[in-house]
């Protein structure tokens, strides 16, 4: 190999190694460090986050991403199948949670897919069916979570608080979403036709292509559609940038979360009220 024709690959050598003499001192300079390849174009933005969900799941708590008691969808092995087989159709998990009586009882994990048996007819004794439950500490570090979920193969786990009481539930998909994003499947928002849709806690979920007066009639707002034409112009506008996921901003008596966004645009946003409009958006 002459010397020319090697040139590009000590090149790419020299780059790398210049890069990683940068040895930093603690997380922030290590992020800054990240930030800076990818001003240099060594990285995409989605690469960029997911190196900083990798970082961040090594500092987060089961705690931060649980399922709370309150929002778990169970089943009561007292129940009967025509009372929760509508709940858990229109749930549309793979696991269900199996109580006798309370929510601090849970008896194991019910894989939906096992009910299948009593749509065809199939007699069924669900404690016959149940997967065992695993019980975790609200303290559980998640990227310890995250090792034994791989080694176990388990998909979900139950936390527990400090008095053995249930507090709420953690699937792999919620660790896996701090990397990664938003995991869409067939049931996601994204795949539906509505725009805006109303969750159980009372926050709206609503896509980023909403123009603005639908966004108004439904949220009570009077924002003007003169400067942009949907939701995802107006973030963009309060923002000043483009936001990442996660990243949240209170304007005109809204919080308004970034759900999903990639380096080109705003995909879905979480908004709910925090007060009356103000004198300003009903001008």
Do not use: C
């Not at 590009?8 to 780059?15: I, T």
């Not at 229109?90 to 299948?116: C, Q, T």
């Not at 090792?147 to 919620?174: C, P, Q, W």
């Amino acid at each position: 190999m002459d010397a020319d024709s090697s040139r590009p690959h000590r090149n790419w050598l020299e780059r790398l190694s210049a890069f990683l003499s940068r040895q930093p001192e603690d997380r922030e300079a290590l992020i800054e460090i990240l930030h800076g390849a990818y001003d240099r174009n060594l990285m995409d933005a989605d690469g960029l986050a997911m190196i900083e969900g990798v970082l961040q799941v090594g500092e987060m708590q089961v705690r931060d991403v649980m399922i709370p008691r309150s929002q778990m969808d169970v089943i009561d092995i007292n129940e009967l199948p025509e009372k929760f087989l509508p709940r858990v159709i229109e749930a549309a998990h793979s696991r269900f949670p199996v109580i006798d009586g309370e929510k601090d009882n849970v008896l194991g994990i019910l894989l939906a897919k096992d009910l299948l048996r009593l749509q065809i007819g199939e007699d069924l004794d669900m404690r016959d069916t149940l997967r065992p439950a695993i019980f975790i500490p609200e303290s559980k570090r998640l990227n310890v979570l995250l090792k034994e979920f791989r080694a176990s193969r388990n998909h979900m786990a139950i936390v527990v608080d400090e008095y053995g009481g249930v507090a709420g539930l953690v699937t792999i998909e919620d660790v896996l979403e701090q990397i990664v994003g938003d995991i869409e499947d067939e049931y996601d928002f994204d795949e539906t036709e509505d725009n805006i849709i109303r969750d159980k806690t009372g926050r709206y979920r609503v896509k980023a292509a909403t123009e603005i007066e639908d966004f108004n009639e439904v949220m009570g707002t009077d924002f003007s559609d003169e400067d942009y034409d949907t939701v995802g112009g107006l973030v963009l506008n309060k923002f000043g940038r483009l936001p990442k996921r996660g990243e949240s901003i209170e304007f005109d008596g809204l919080k308004v979360q970034v759900l999903r966004a990639d380096s080109r645009r705003i995909h879905t946003l979480v908004v709910e009220r925090t007060s009356r409009p103000s004198a300003q958006s009903e001008a």
